[in-house]
């Protein structure tokens, strides 16, 4: 598997169309970047309980889905670069269903874990007032990824993402997806079974609660 980077991004809140303020307006960074537990040094993560520290630090989308999405809702200004749709990392040639839950890669120095696929939310069509973004992007399952940052470090864009240890050969990102956030959703002795994997966020064990009791 061999990918880079070509992307790190952060953003400051800004104040959607609905007044409320969000932080998926993102850009690029220069030069090298710093990657702590609670993420990228200098970006901001307005909505703690959705996204962010520990579990959740750092969000990956391919740019493979800007151009998807850019193809079927007349090509909203923000999806013409990365960093558009709140992501952090972003890179071609790495999809949903490559990626599993509990994947650990090298980025520069800093050592990070995939711990759940994303929701989309919507926040999203507010950033990009368009409507049925997410209705699109979840019967797809185009949903992108969190990591936990085990080992802090740096990096920056070019460098290669390289897979270190591969996380349970069973549960790729994209089965985790359509298993808790699509319809009709998996068994319940297949949300179990994810709820204990060792490396999946306490976030998606919330929300696969709501579904079942555990």
Same mark, same amino acid.
């Given at each position: 598997?061999?990918?880079?980077?070509?992307?790190?991004?952060?953003?400051?809140?800004? %104040? @959607?169309?609905?007044?409320?303020?969000?932080?998926?307006?993102?850009?690029?960074? *220069?030069?090298?970047?710093?990657?702590?537990?609670?993420?990228?040094? !200098?970006?901001?993560?307005?909505?703690?309980?959705?996204?962010?520290?520990?579990?959740?630090?750092?969000?990956?989308?391919?740019?493979?889905?800007?151009?998807?999405?850019?193809?079927?809702?007349?090509?909203?200004?923000?999806?013409?670069?990365? !960093?558009?749709?709140?992501?952090?990392?972003?890179?071609?040639?790495? @999809?949903?269903?490559?990626?599993?839950? !509990?994947?650990?890669?090298?980025?520069?120095?800093?050592? +990070?874990?995939?711990?759940?696929?994303?929701? %989309?939310?919507?926040?999203?069509?507010?950033?990009?007032?368009?409507?049925?973004?997410?209705?699109?992007?979840?019967?797809?399952?185009? *949903?992108?990824?969190?990591?936990?940052?085990?080992?802090?470090?740096?990096?920056?864009?070019?460098?290669?993402?390289?897979?270190?240890?591969?996380?349970? %050969?069973?549960?790729?990102?994209?089965?985790?997806?359509?298993?808790?956030?699509?319809?009709? !959703?998996? *068994?319940?002795?297949?949300?179990?079974?994810?709820?204990? @994997?060792?490396?999946?966020?306490?976030?998606?064990?919330?929300? +696969?609660?709501?579904?079942? *009791?555990?």
């Amino acid at each position: 598997m061999k990918v880079t980077i070509d992307a790190i991004c952060a953003g400051r809140a800004h %104040p @959607l169309a609905s007044g409320k303020r969000s932080g998926i307006a993102k850009s690029p960074l *220069s030069g090298t970047v710093v990657i702590g537990l609670r993420g990228l040094a !200098g970006d901001v993560q307005v909505d703690r309980r959705h996204h962010g520290y520990p579990a959740m630090a750092l969000h990956h989308l391919p740019f493979e889905h800007h151009e998807w999405m850019a193809a079927r809702f007349a090509d909203p200004e923000p999806l013409g670069a990365a !960093g558009g749709l709140g992501e952090n990392l972003s890179s071609t040639g790495l @999809l949903e269903p490559d990626v599993r839950i !509990g994947d650990r890669f090298r980025l520069g120095t800093a050592l +990070i874990e995939v711990t759940q696929p994303r929701q %989309p939310c919507a926040t999203i069509e507010q950033h990009l007032q368009r409507k049925g973004v997410v209705k699109a992007m979840v019967a797809a399952a185009r *949903s992108g990824w969190f990591y936990r940052v085990l080992e802090e470090g740096i990096a920056q864009a070019g460098d290669a993402f390289v897979l270190v240890e591969r996380g349970h %050969p069973e549960w790729s990102v994209e089965r985790a997806f359509r298993c808790v956030y699509a319809k009709p !959703g998996g *068994s319940e002795s297949e949300l179990r079974e994810l709820a204990a @994997l060792d490396r999946v966020s306490d976030r998606l064990i919330h929300d +696969i609660a709501k579904r079942i *009791s555990l």
